[in-house]
């Protein structure tokens, strides 16, 4: 569903419309859990998803419709997800490195090599690793993303382009270290 139908649907539930709300819901929650899994771990991104769509319902009077409702939404993630590891600073951390999984599928023949990108995507510097996956794995422009990340455009370009400099000299260090076959990261 386009931008231009997400706010619409929004701009509805808004005006009590709970059948819109429903489908802003439905049309958006994967994009939304697929970031929070990302910075967070798979034991809370359902519960930090479900707090998004509830800071989200409870702001909805507040919405602007000309920002668009997905980067409206994915910001409210973001700051759920900050909130949530601000918090939990004094527990340990689950590592997420299994759990990104789950983010995106892939092929049978590409596990391997899946497998440590996902694990090498966790490591990245948090900024970093939000602006790859908001541009990369959930197909934000680059222009969505700097709203969500509240920077701008030219920051989230160079974010992206460092990530996948980060990542590519990672793979190809490991594939020369394993002669010629990328092992999962340790």
Known sequence: MDDAALTALALRARC???QAATHLV????????????????????EDLTQETYARAFRSLPGFRAESGV??????????????????????PRVDSATT????????????SESVALRIL????DADRRLA????????LSYQ?????CECPIGTIRSRVARARGDLAS???DRRESSGGHANTPT
């Open 16 to 18: 009590g419309d709970r």
């Open 26 to 45: 439905r049309h958006t929650y994967q994009q939304v859990w697929r970031m929070l899994i990302v910075l967070s771990d798979r034991q809370v991104a």
């Open 70 to 91: 997905r980067a409206w939404l994915l910001s409210i993630a973001r700051r759920v997800a900050a909130d949530h590891l601000r918090s939990a600073r004094t527990r």
């Open 100 to 111: 990104v999984d789950d983010a995106a599928p892939v092929a049978a023949g590409d596990v």
């Open 121 to 124: 995507v966790d490591r990245l």
């Open 132 to 139: 790859f996956v908001l541009t990369q794995v959930i197909g």
């Open 144 to 148: 969505q993303a700097a709203e969500v």
């Open 170 to 172: 990672e793979l190809t």
